[in-house]
């Protein structure tokens, strides 16, 4: 745990995250119909859902650590991974609207990979709701603790699996060529793949604060 | 008096400025080419370092609150 206390990797994600907003924006990129510079998005709108992926990910280790040892800290690690992702959840999903809507021409054209999204929202929200409404410590740990574990993989389904059986807009599904081959060339993931590694450190470090944040809250309850 | 004079200096400034855009003048030229782009750059990246700034400052103050916590908690 003496990671989270560290600063390295925070300089590192920061100055990263600076690399990509300058290459990402003054870089060479694929001239494409209907794209055309907001294929530049890419750099931007993806990097938020791996940042949700990963701290999402973090949450679910730290749930079934927590049901293993009823470590007190362990869940306050999940929880305030989850309101970070959630964070990320709303970023992702606002930017891809104002992406569809200048390349699909809708905000919302209840394509299959914008309604998966949303019903995963609603899941995570609903996490919320269950683990507010429980008072006893523990029993409240544990119920949100099984929710989360189960959450996650209907939610990567949701999202990942789903959307890839039937026909949508977005890229990557439904016959429709993901940024592989076609769209993408090495210039673009000379910026992207930095991308993901720097938001998805951000994506921790904003979660590491919570946390921090919380545990003093806990311990301050503990001791009264 | 003063106030006044400084008053003129800067009307005089902003005349100088102004007569200058009939000439065909380009300066701060990074800035201005390809459609100023570089103007978008810098505002993002401003708008970044004011974010990361903050998250830092967050860090450090958490840091002073959890190092007095555990002297607290070493006193008792």
């Not at chain 1, 919302?108 to 995570?124: C, E, G, H, T």
């Amino acid at each position: 745990m003496k990671f989270i206390y560290q600063t390295w990797w925070k300089v590192l994600a920061v100055v990263m995250i600076f690399y990509t907003l300058i290459a990402g924006l003054l870089l060479g990129v694929p001239r494409l119909e209907i794209l055309h510079e907001t294929i530049r998005n890419t750099y931007f709108h993806v990097p938020m859902w791996i940042a949700m992926f990963t701290v999402f990910t973090i949450s679910v280790i730290y749930s079934i650590k927590y049901l293993q040892t009823g470590k007190e800290e362990y869940d306050l690690i999940s929880v305030e991974c989850v309101n970070t992702g959630m964070f990320f959840f709303v970023v992702g999903l606002i930017t891809g609207m104002l992406w569809a809507k200048y390349t699909w021409g809708e905000y919302w054209s209840n394509d299959p990979k914008q309604n998966s999204a949303a019903i995963a929202f609603l899941l995570y929200c609903a996490y919320g709701v269950l683990r507010n409404s429980i008072d006893e410590e523990q029993k409240r740990g544990k119920i949100s603790a099984i929710y989360n574990i189960f959450a996650f993989p209907v939610m990567v389904v949701l999202i990942m699996v789903l959307p890839r059986l039937t026909d949508s807009l977005h890229p990557g599904n439904g016959g429709n060529p993901a940024f592989g081959k076609l769209d993408m060339d090495n210039r673009m993931r000379v910026v992207l793949y930095p991308a993901f590694i720097a938001w998805a450190l951000m994506g921790v470090w904003i979660a590491t604060l919570r946390y921090r944040i919380r545990l003093i809250e806990f311990k301050k309850n503990a001791i009264n | 008096m003063k106030k006044l004079i400084l008053l003129a200096a800067i009307l005089f400034c902003f005349l100088a400025a102004n007569a200058q855009n009939g000439q065909d003048v380009t300066m701060g030229d990074v800035m201005r080419s390809e459609g100023k782009i570089y103007v978008v750059v810098v505002t993002m990246v401003i708008v970044f370092a004011g974010l990361a700034i903050y998250l830092f400052s967050m860090d450090r103050r958490l840091k002073k609150i959890e190092k007095e916590n555990n002297e607290t908690k070493h006193l008792l």
